[in-house]
């Protein structure tokens, strides 16, 4: 998944409105864009959509993002939703491995009650959203088979340090806030998944938002989440790679197809190793995902 676009559950038009921008996945929201009287409407929205849905032929990845484990309303949140069949919940304020078992363990006893496979509801965690989160980013791996990424996020994490911002005044994370997306880009690769970009927030600042998804490519993000429609396009074109991408990853791979016994080859004067091949058969397998 390339795109991630944040909806309100509430929002019956801006559901509909956003199966049509171009996202590979929606994030239907039950947490922070809801307020708090009225959670019970917005997952009966929730769940009305996602029935809806799925009788289009093709259609984005569908995610719900859940109240996290601590407010005592994930529960009713997957009562509401699981049987309406998600793709996959997103579990916010997720700290470590630990939080995903618990979050495995709900899903399974309504997967059964809704006559759904066992872990047919993936969970992709929000892994860095309290101080103590990031003290078991490494954690995840082997936690449970429906892990599907990771991804981290800045805004409740400023609140939990008690900060008075997380980026600076170009519009860069603070060094907190980078530390967090260190950490999700590492504890994505120790328990090999992918590691999905956070939000960004100024959804006017096309430029801004444009080079902070080429830093996430280069770093080693596979997607980034979208609070806007307007952004899905920019995630779409930076994190789809280009022609002279393939075509520089396929002579390395082809190069030590040619060579299987060798370290290091050259090409075209430059000289590439295992580790850049490792680099260009995941460009590669990206790419073939996104032509689906």
């Known amino acids: 998944m390339r795109s991630l676009l944040f909806v309100p559950a509430d929002s019956a038009k801006m559901l509909d409105k956003a199966m049509m921008c171009g996202a590979d996945a929606l994030i239907v929201d039950l947490e922070d864009s809801i307020a708090p009287d009225g959670k019970t409407r917005a997952r009966q929205s929730a769940a009305a959509f996602l029935k809806t849905a799925h009788r289009v032929a093709s259609r984005p990845y569908i995610l719900v993002r859940v109240n996290g484990l601590r407010t005592g309303l994930t529960d009713a949140d997957l009562d509401a939703v699981v049987s309406a069949s998600p793709d996959a919940i997103m579990l916010p304020k997720a700290e470590g491995g630990a939080s995903v078992v618990h979050a495995d363990a709900k899903l399974a006893v309504r997967e059964a009650r809704s006559d759904l496979p066992e872990g047919h509801v993936k969970i992709l965690p929000i892994a860095t959203e309290t101080a103590g989160a990031l003290f078991l980013a490494g954690t995840f791996a082997g936690a449970s088979a429906r892990l599907i990424g990771l991804t981290w996020g800045a805004e409740d994490l400023s609140?939990?340090?008690?900060?008075?911002?997380?980026?600076?005044?170009?519009?860069?994370?603070?060094?907190?806030?980078?530390?967090?997306?260190?950490?999700?880009?590492?504890?994505?690769?120790?328990?090999?998944?992918?590691?999905?970009?956070?939000?960004y927030v100024d959804f006017r600042d096309a430029d801004g938002f444009r080079a902070e998804c080429e830093e996430g490519l280069r770093d080693g993000f596979s997607g980034k989440m979208a609070i806007h429609p307007a952004q899905v396009p920019i995630i779409n074109e930076v994190f789809t790679p280009n022609t002279e991408a393939i075509a520089r990853a396929q002579a390395i791979v082809d190069a030590f197809a040619k060579n299987p016994d060798v370290g290091v080859v050259g090409i075209g004067g430059v000289m590439y190793d295992r580790p850049h091949l490792a680099r260009a058969q995941q460009l590669l397998t990206r790419a073939a995902s996104t032509r689906k």
């Open 159 to 199: 609140a939990d340090l008690g900060a008075q911002a997380n980026r600076d005044e170009h519009g860069r994370f603070l060094d907190p806030y980078r530390l967090a997306r260190t950490l999700c880009l590492a504890g994505a690769a120790a328990a090999q998944v992918p590691a999905i970009d956070t939000v």
